[in-house]
């Protein structure tokens, strides 16, 4: 049995982990969500978790913030935070295939009036989703499911990325004429 008086309370996980608020405040809604609303939004946020990775690694200056920011920025786009991230080592190839996959999914919703995640494109790609395939039971992974889990481990491996990836960032060298 346990000892309460050794128990440690943690309180809110706000208050514990305040690294995590913006990550409750999605679930919150998130859970909420269409179909259409759950591809958006849980790709936004990963959107937005690669923008500020590649803000960390980046110097800080007037051309770092015009890459990932403002009109027509070069690393502007999700499909073209994914790559970069990828090509600087900032999220690993795992983490890559599935943000394609993410994409692509969100960009049927995106695109398209009437979309659900029982389109057979939609499912096709949810089906290449690696995160996920198959419950302890045998039963396959309804497509939106397979996603909202593939996304989630996602924000989870990305919600801390920033802050470790700003530990390694870029710094001026002096270079040599």
């Known amino acids: 049995m346990e000892n309460t008086e050794d128990a440690v309370t943690l309180g809110p996980i706000e208050v514990s982990h305040p690294h995590l608020e913006a990550f409750t405040d ?18 936004a946020f990963i959107d937005s978790l690669l923008e500020r990775t590649l803000i960390a690694f980046l110097i800080p200056n ?9 009109f027509n920025a070069p ?9 970069a991230c990828h090509a600087m080592g900032l999220i690993s190839e795992a983490e890559f295939k599935e943000c394609q996959i993410l ?14 995640f029982d389109d057979p494109k939609v499912q ?12 302890d039971d045998g ?17 989870v491996n990305l919600t801390n ?8 960032a870029l710094k001026y060298e002096n270079w040599h004429r």
């Open 26 to 43: 999605f679930l919150k809604e998130f859970n909420k969500e269409t179909e259409r609303g759950s591809a958006l939004s849980a790709t």
């Open 62 to 70: 007037d051309s770092g913030r015009a890459l990932t920011s403002g």
């Open 75 to 83: 690393l502007g786009t999700f499909a073209s935070r994914i790559v």
């Open 103 to 116: 994409r692509k999914v969100r960009n049927e919703f995106a695109h398209k009036v009437k979309m659900s």
């Open 124 to 135: 096709g790609l949810c089906s290449g989703l690696s995160e996920y395939g198959r419950w």
């Open 139 to 155: 039963m396959p992974v309804l497509p939106r499911v397979k996603f909202t889990m593939s996304a989630v481990a996602i924000i």
């Open 161 to 168: 990325r920033p802050h470790y990836v700003g530990q390694k």
